[in-house]
């Protein structure tokens, strides 16, 4: 597995980087900024791209975007100090999302699961994906029947 690190901060890809090539995963490269990161992508051609948006705000989404555009078979798991971001990182290509939390053990069986198929998501994750697609499936039904819920009301009225 070949892997690109992305963030800002130099000591956290440090890190990473020695903790990833230490259990045997070869680190391509690592990227600090956002067009760094895609210049580095485009020339190392990595299957796995590990990427910090903590701190990066709404650039990070981008980044995705266009990764996946370039580079469509490339698996972007997201590191993040919070679940903020992550029905918006899967929709723009994320194929895994993991808390910043996570014990680098954690992180190598993540890993290791990728490469069985599997997505790298951090426990509680899985629920709150399925929330947000039942949400947004809610609210687009709502949209295409915009007289329902005053039907519903109506009904309701009469029989009460």
């Known amino acids: ?40 992508a485009r020339f190392l051609q990595p299957e796995v791209v590990l990427m910090n948006i903590s701190g990066i705000g709404r650039g990070g989404m981008e980044v995705i ?17 919070s679940d903020e971001n992550l029905l918006e990182a899967v929709k723009c290509g994320a194929c895994g999302y993991l808390l910043t939390s996570i014990e ?20 509680g994750l899985t629920a709150r994906i399925l929330e947000g697609f039942v949400q947004a499936a809610e609210k687009e039904e709502a949209q295409a029947e915009p007289g329902r819920e005053q039907a519903a009301a109506c009904v309701l009225q009469r029989n009460g």
Not at 19 to 36: C, D, F, K, M, P
Request: proline fraction near 3%.
């Open 65 to 81: 975007r266009r990764l996946k555009a370039e580079i469509s078979e490339v698996k972007i798991i997201i590191l993040a100090d």
């Open 104 to 123: 680098g053990d954690g992180l190598l069986q993540k890993l290791l699961a990728l490469e069985r198929g599997e997505a790298p998501l951090s426990p």
């Open 1 to 40: 597995m070949r892997v690109l690190l992305i963030g800002e901060q130099a000591l956290y890809l440090g890190g990473l980087r020695s903790l990833l090539q230490s259990n045997g995963i070869e680190v391509a490269g690592t990227a600090r900024y956002e067009a760094e990161a895609l210049e580095k």
